[in-house]
């Protein structure tokens, strides 16, 4: 198993941007599919976006389409999830999930063997 870890989390006003990124030490992830899930106070965890180990496949939730964009680079084997227009309720601990799997699959659900500890995210002015 190798854990990813994430980072780039923070407090941004309403408005603002955040990249976050997904990583783990000594794999390249090239055969994986990638997760980023949220998870506020009180609710449950949600499917946030989600890439193929090819790339070409990415997923978004309806509440961050045109908000937020999922990418990878395979050369510096990071995930990243471009967060633009935060707001209030995208207060959350987000974390990167992985599956070895095909190419061309993603997915929102949790189908993931291995997750991160999570970073937070909290927009507030």
């Known amino acids: 198993q190798l854990q990813p870890v994430e980072s780039g989390g923070g407090l941004v006003q309403p408005g603002g941007s955040l990249r976050l990124s997904c990583a783990a030490p000594?794999?390249?992830?090239?055969?994986?599919?990638i997760g980023w899930f949220r998870q506020a106070p009180g609710k449950e965890r949600e499917g946030v976006s989600c890439?193929?180990?090819?790339?070409?496949?990415?997923k978004y939730a309806d509440s961050v389409k045109g908000r937020f964009t999922i990418s990878r680079d395979y050369a510096k084997s990071a995930i990243y999830l471009q967060m633009n227009s935060l707001e209030p309720d995208d207060t959350a601990t987000y974390f990167c999930a992985t599956k070895e799997t095909i190419s061309g699959y993603c997915s929102l659900s949790n189908i993931y063997d291995d997750w991160g500890q999570g970073t937070q995210v909290t927009v507030s002015s």
């Open positions: 000594g794999s390249s992830y090239k055969h994986y599919a």
């Open positions: 890439i193929s180990s090819g790339g070409k496949v990415k």
